[in-house]
């Protein structure tokens, strides 16, 4: 009981300043996320407009899905421009791309609306994370993101919960600057 009473704990108290990556990452930029144990590490060129990011969720399980998108047409999440992961039933983290286009969505897998490359995921240690370089388009330095955990239903990503948390896990992104709502 006390190892799971101290992850609870490591985990709770993190700051995106403090994490460390284990790869040869490196980001500029970051920001802890308001809600769902979520931080987001990113760079962006203003000359190429390319953002390289990785989103990290603490306190994950094998039972769930994890989300970081961008939403280029408004704060919420139908239209949102989605990466999704989670672990599939036979081991492998599985990472890939989903544009939301109802509420009933269930994250099927499709095009985005901006090119990407490089979309790849890791699960370790209760932790899981979406690493991928997006080209967004000349001016898209302010973006609304949403972010995203719920569990998975038959090896597939299942409607998340309604609480509070999950239901304000949006705000937008000064990428230049660093600011965040």
Not at 85 to 100: E, V
Not at 105 to 128: D, H, I, W, Y
Not at 157 to 178: M, Q, R, V, W, Y
């Amino acid at each position: 009981m006390h190892v799971n009473f101290y992850f609870l704990f490591n985990w709770v108290t993190q700051t995106c300043q403090d994490y460390k990556f284990s790869s040869q990452n490196t980001y500029t930029n970051c920001v802890d996320l308001l809600v769902l144990n979520s931080f987001l590490h990113w760079n962006y060129s203003t000359s190429s407009h390319q953002l390289d990011l990785a989103f990290r969720h603490v306190g994950a399980t094998a039972s769930e899905w994890i989300v970081w998108a961008i939403n280029p047409v408004g704060l919420r999440m139908v239209g949102s421009q989605a990466l999704v992961a989670y672990q599939r039933p036979d081991g492998r983290f599985y990472a890939y791309a989903s544009p939301i286009d109802s509420y009933d969505t269930r994250l099927q897998e499709g095009r985005l609306s901006f090119s990407f490359s490089a979309l790849s995921g890791t699960f370790v240690n209760g932790e899981m994370m979406i690493f991928a370089s997006l080209q967004l388009t000349r001016g898209m330095v302010t973006i609304n993101q949403v972010w995203q955990t719920g569990p998975l239903k038959v090896g597939s990503p299942a409607i998340h919960a309604s609480t509070a948390d999950h239901l304000t896990s949006l705000g937008t992104l000064d990428l230049i600057n660093s600011d965040a709502t």
